[in-house]
């Protein structure tokens, strides 16, 4: 009840119980706030929230405060009222306050006992025990707190800084001139660590060590201390990547974290640089990247041998990522066929209509704006060359590609421009053997990007030069087969396929004919039974051929390139017609010499020069 009175203003609570959500209260017992003149209390308050319970009671008055609350055995589950959801375990705390109400003393303490995530990604990180401690007087905050469970040692830190906190008139201030004074220690083990940060695909192992004490002011903060890594390995099954022997060394002198030491895989990727503690310039850094060429990429469809020479600089607001990535080496096979996308359907949930959002895209809708405007915020400045070796081999088509790339943008939306050029291929259609004459793909700096083909497949036979084209976007390609002499495209298809007139061929080698149209919409089906033959014995090419000319047989083809420079191929006839053995060596980009001997003693020496413009 509520008590009117020129004494005294009281209101009574004996009743008071309910549901907030699907949380269930209770006042245990009567409860009572008492206004006597200036002077306030608070008495008997005793409240269930479902299994936890809420004591607190206390008095202010204009010269002196002293409260008292209590918490045991509160759920954290509880954390989920205010958006924080996913949590478990069990919260104990209790805060006194006292003095003068301008300038109070706090002495706060709390315990989290067997704090878990609930989500089924955290299943293997252990139950965490949280104590914490803090104690405000003399308008300076000191801050403990210890986290065990989680790695073999307790995770430690402390801060004590200023701050003034007054009650009477509420007020809360930081000096920018207050001098700080903390630490932060831990032995962690980077397997548990990877599982915590949700880095289900990342396998890392190896030790971190931190010991770290701050100082300097709020306004002017100083760090010192270092943080080492020793006997790491990383390794990343999206991209077979793999990194061992990962040694870091961070070390903090006050004003600046430098990047001392960071190497793997005996040196062959190392990164520098460091940080400025400075709030004013939005704390500036640089961080250099090398790869000397390592196997960074190893994928059943693309393997890649990659070097790097990477800066990333700027400050928190903004900064810039440049440099240039070489691919010295490069494996692509694509799928035999592209996969069929999924339906998508409409989902309407009865009286809630289309446009409710669901809970858990409201929760991730925060951080994916977030990381989009950390993107923003990066600009690119890099070249991509890829000098040669760049293989892309599918079951009918094997080619070498070469090119550069020039990437500009943001990394929210990267720009790219620049053309990947044939160095040499052919496309198996059936029985027939296409080569790959001048070709590329181009990108033209557009966003989103969209690949250009421009690429000609040329094939011979005692009567016919046929040219298979492609050209245009690379998500709607024109596909043009012409001749010389000029014919219509299904009559080359039967002199290529059947060397004859299309009203010769025989209603059986009409449905070939039907399955190499297919095949050159992209629809036919493959076993790629030479990719794999090739990777079993570590060759670059490996081929079956058909001769041209009447009475010729197939033949085996294999080639390997000895240096970057130097390019052997054998040919193994498996009928009667000779073997015979190439060789290509590039003397410079333009000049390149050929020769090739067979075991009939025929062979002969080439010299080819060309110009690109």
């Given amino acids: 009840g509520l008590t009117v009175s020129d004494a005294e203003q009281r209101i009574d609570i004996a009743l008071l119980e309910g549901h ?24 008997g308050v005793k409240m269930a929230f479902d299994k936890g319970l809420v004591t607190a009671s206390g008095e202010l008055t204009p010269d002196t ?6 918490i045991r055995e509160m759920p954290v589950a509880l954390a989920r009222l205010t958006g924080i959801t996913g949590f478990d375990g069990e919260l104990a705390a209790t805060l006194r306050v006292s003095g003068n109400p301008e300038h109070p003393e706090a002495l706060a303490e709390v315990r989290v006992s067997d704090l878990v995530n609930e989500d089924v990604s955290f299943e293997e990180v252990p139950p965490v025990q949280v104590a914490g401690r803090a104690h405000l007087r003399e308008d300076r905050l000191e801050i403990a707190m210890d986290a065990s469970g989680l790695f073999e040692k307790p995770i430690t830190s402390a801060l004590t800084m200023p701050i003034a906190i007054s009650l009477a008139p ?6 920018d001139e207050g001098v700080l004074d903390g630490r932060f220690e831990s032995e962690a083990q980077l397997e548990t660590l990877a599982r915590f940060l949700l880095l289900d695909e990342h396998r ?12 300097g002011t709020f306004a002017q903060p100083a760090l010192s201390g270092r943080a080492v890594i020793d006997g790491g390995s990383y390794d990343y099954d999206r991209t077979g990547t793999s990194l061992d022997d990962i040694a870091v060394l961070l070390v903090a002198d006050g004003s600046r974290v430098n990047l001392e030491r960071a190497e793997a895989n005996d040196g062959a990727v190392s990164a ?3 940080l400025a503690l400075d709030r004013e310039a939005g704390f500036p850094f640089q961080w250099d990247v090398r790869v000397d060429r390592s196997r960074l990429v190893r994928r059943d469809d693309v393997t890649a041998e990659i070097g790097a020479n990477l800066t990333l600089e700027g400050a928190i607001d903004a900064a810039m ?10 494996d692509i096979r694509p799928p ?6 999924p339906a998508t359907l409409e989902v309407v949930e009865v009286g809630r209509g289309t446009s409710q959002q669901h809970p858990a895209e409201a929760e991730q809708a925060p951080s994916a704006e977030t990381a989009a405007n950390t993107l923003e915020r990066l600009a690119l400045d890099m070249t991509v060359d890829i000098p040669g070796r760049a293989f892309v081999r599918a079951y009918d088509f094997d080619s070498e590609w070469g090119g550069s790339f020039r990437v500009k943008g943001t990394a929210a939306e990267p720009h790219v421009s620049g053309t990947l050029s044939a160095v040499r291929g052919r496309l198996h259609f059936l029985n027939r053997r296409f080569a790959l004459g001048a070709s590329s793909v181009s990108l033209d700096g557009s966003y989103p990007p969209e690949p250009t083909l421009d690429v000609a497949l040329e094939t011979k036979t005692r009567d016919l030069a046929a040219l298979l084209r492609l050209s245009g976007p690379v998500s709607s390609p024109e596909i043009d087969l012409s001749s010389e002499p000029a014919l219509p495209q299904d009559e080359i298809l039967a002199r290529l396929l059947f060397g004859r007139d299309l009203t010769q061929i025989s209603p059986m080698r009409a449905l070939e004919l039907a399955r190499a149209a297919r095949i050159l919409t992209g629809e036919g089906d493959a076993f790629d039974f030479l990719g794999r033959t090739r990777s079993t014995f570590g060759i670059d090419e490996l081929e079956l051929t058909q001769g041209d000319e009447e009475g010729e047989g197939m033949a085996v083809n294999v080639g390997k390139y000895l240096t970057d420079r130097i390019y052997v191929e054998m040919e193994k006839g498996l009928g009667e017609q000779a073997d015979q053995v190439s060789i290509e060596v590039e003397v410079t ?5 050929e020769s090739d001997v067979g075991t009939d003693s025929e062979g002969g020496v080439w010299l080819q020069w060309k110009y690109d413009y």
């Fill in 20 to 43: 907030y959500r699907d949380v269930p209260y209770a006042l245990q017992e009567p409860a009572s706030i008492v206004r006597h003149g200036e002077t306030y209390d608070l008495k």
């Fill in 170 to 175: 509420f007020a809360i201030a930081v000096p």
């Fill in 321 to 330: 990522l440049a440099g240039t990535i070489t691919v010295h080496t490069a």
């Fill in 272 to 274: 520098s640089g460091h």
């Fill in 65 to 70: 405060v002293d409260f008292t609350c209590d």
């Fill in 589 to 593: 980009r333009n000049i390149t010499i």
């Fill in 204 to 215: 890392v192992t190896g030790d971190l060590n931190v010991a770290f004490k701050i100082g």
């Fill in 336 to 341: 035999e066929r592209a996969p069929a996308m």
